[in-house]
């Protein structure tokens, strides 16, 4: 089945350490979504790719990057975590840009700050 | 801008209770309007999606939902729930600039 995949599903890291997030999908499409969702609170977009165009939200720390080196994988790094970015992670695609292109989302990457 | 607003964080309801999660949304032009679920400790699912047309939406699980534009609202029902669907659903809007703004959730607690 077509899916978006994010590797690992738990991660555990210490205060300033840089921590690497992975997503990776099969569906082929053009976007791909970084989203932080904290606990009880609405997923928040950090930035997107529209295929190698890469669009950051204006509100999204210097400490959060992300890199695509392909159609399929795309990466989220935390260069200096703090124990304010202890999240769930979520990756999404959609086929194009555009508000009727279905979002679909991975599982998420929860990650721990220490 | 846009926004969106769940007006409850929590809706509690007994298994084959009907129930509807509220959900207000404000935008300048016209707007997409979607409801997401999101399990424990998983990813989000899209339940449905108003783009455009009829104002009544089918998605799945049985859930629909309306959209009245003069009220602004998108409120989500189920006309019978049962313990599975207790999970935390958000709403959320797109203006058509590619991004999706959610609001902060209801969570929905069915019980026996």
């Known amino acids: 089945d077509a899916m978006v995949i994010q590797n690992p599903r738990y991660q555990v890291t210490q205060f300033g350490k840089p921590v690497t997030l992975s997503c990776s999908q099969t569906l082929n499409h053009n976007v791909m979504y970084w989203y932080q969702q904290k606990s009880s609170q609405a997923p928040k977009l950090l930035f997107h790719?529209?295929?190698?165009?890469?669009?950051n939200e204006a509100d999204t720390p210097d400490n959060f990057q992300s890199r695509r080196p392909n159609t399929s994988f795309c990466f989220l790094d935390i260069r200096s975590p703090g124990l304010g970015d202890a999240a769930m992670y979520l990756c999404?695609?959609?086929?194009?840009?555009?508000?009727?292109?279905?979002?679909?989302f991975g599982p998420g990457t929860r990650l721990t700050v220490l | 801008a846009q926004s969106v607003t769940q007006l409850d964080s929590q809706v509690p309801v007994f298994e084959e209770a009907p129930v509807e999660l509220r959900c207000n949304y404000s935008?300048?032009?016209?707007?997409?309007l979607f409801w997401y679920v999101q399990y424990p400790n998983q990813g989000l699912q899209l339940l449905l999606k108003y783009l455009s047309g009829s104002t009544l939406v089918k998605g799945i699980n049985g859930f629909e939902a309306e959209f009245n534009k003069s009220q602004t609202s998108f409120h989500l029902r189920k006309p019978s729930v049962h313990i599975s669907d207790t999970a935390e659903y958000f709403c959320?809007?797109?203006?058509?600039?590619?991004?999706?703004?959610f609001g902060k959730g209801t969570m929905l607690l069915v019980s026996p």
């Open positions: 790719y529209y295929d190698k165009d890469f669009n």
């Open positions: 959320a809007v797109n203006s058509g600039y590619s991004t999706l703004t």
């Open positions: 935008s300048s032009v016209s707007v997409y």
């Open positions: 999404a695609t959609s086929r194009d840009r555009g508000a009727v292109n279905e979002q679909f």
